[in-house]
């Protein structure tokens, strides 16, 4: 065990009286020793235990002073210990709260609140909530349990409800006892009823509402529910006058005869009130009628039960696999056999061939080979075909047009009669004369 914080009283020896090493203490140090004992063994705290009532506000300040002896190093007396601490809350077993319970804390250097409203199937049942304490400053944590044991309220719920939003407030604000104990005062004397409870508070943040600008201290809002056992007074049924009513529907404030006896610390949103009247029970009840589009109605869900039996999919994996595998094989071995095994071969398609079509295919066959082969060898004699057979002026049979040796590759296939090198060309003027001799000789 580390001693260190022993010294920190200051030299045992110092005592009064008798010199080092004897026994006896100073007053004054003796109550060091006392209050520095009784903070370590005062880091195990019992629980403590609450007991709020269901449908009635409940509220719990996590203190930092009641944190800060249990972080070392411990403080001496009159020491002032600022340390940032924030708080994590979780009901014990779980990573969560309750959806009732509610935990703000706006900064490290502000006591934690938890709030909410407890609901009547929490009555009898204790809820444990661990409360981790953490220090930022030196990084120690410290735990505690609050055990909140919900009882029965004698009236619950009360019958008329009225819900206020107020604009001028936080939510932590308003979770203060005096503050809330203000509010309280100030509908109970608009309202004048033998019971009045505050039933829950939410920040306006919870119900969609904006972060406001830092603008003026501007507020974000709380909403404030109470409950009474008298009917609404006439003060708080003005909201539902058609004049106000049209004023709201154009943003603009209504006229509340009792508006001045919150004004002087509660600016309320009357545009926003709710009231609820729990004495008129109305069906919500609506007959559906069913149409296209309309399933009918399958009664209340059950859920199956947790002793079901374990399925074997092995079968169905096989029947999955094994038919589309079988029936692909069966196709596969058909398409092969006629592929393969119905093939008539070419003596079988010819003797099923007409004579006639033989021939003329065997034709267009040789036929084809003879021009590739000609396309092969172009250094052959030109077909006689493509060459002149006598002089188109003289009549004579004229000689072959090209040798053996004469390249005929940029030769074209059909030669015009313009193009032949060895053509005797008849000048005009001996036409002209010709036909002049013709003219004068009489024919």
Known sequence: MQLSWWWELGDPCAWTGQGRGTLKMSPATTGTFLLTVYTIFSKVHSDRNVYPSAGVLFVHVLEREYFKGEFPPYPKPGEISNDP????????????????????????????????????????????????????????????????????????????????????????????????????????????????????????????????????????????????????SSCLREVENPQNQLRCSQEMEPVITCDKKFRTQFYIDWCKISLVDKTKQVSTYQEVIRGEGILPDGGEYKPPSDSLKSRDYYTDFLITLAVPSAVALVLFLILAYIMCCRREGVEKRNMQTPDIQLVHHSAIQKSTKELRDMSKNREIAWPLSTLPVFHPVTGEILPPLHTDNYDSTNMPLMQTQQNLPHQTQIPQQQTTELSSLLLLSGI
């Open 85 to 232: 601490i924030t708080f994590n809350t979780n009901l014990m077993g779980y990573p969560d709260r309750p959806g009732w319970l509610r935990y703000i804390q706006r900064t490290p250097y502000s006591d934690g609140v938890l709030y909410g409203s407890p609901t009547a199937e929490n009555v009898g049942k204790p809820t444990i909530i661990e409360i981790t304490a953490y220090n930022r400053r030196t990084f120690e944590t410290a735990r505690h349990n609050l055990i909140i044991n919900i009882m029965s309220a004698e009236e619950f719920p009360l019958p008329y409800q009225a819900e206020f939003f107020i604009r001028n407030m936080n939510v932590e604000e308003m979770l203060a006892s005096e503050v809330l104990g203000d509010f309280l005062g100030a509908v109970k004397n608009v309202w004048q009823p033998e019971r009045l409870n505050a039933i829950n508070i939410t920040s306006a943040l919870d119900r969609g509402g904006r972060v406001p600008l830092p603008i003026n201290d501007m507020k974000e809002g709380v909403y404030v529910m109470v409950g009474a056992d008298v009917p609404f």
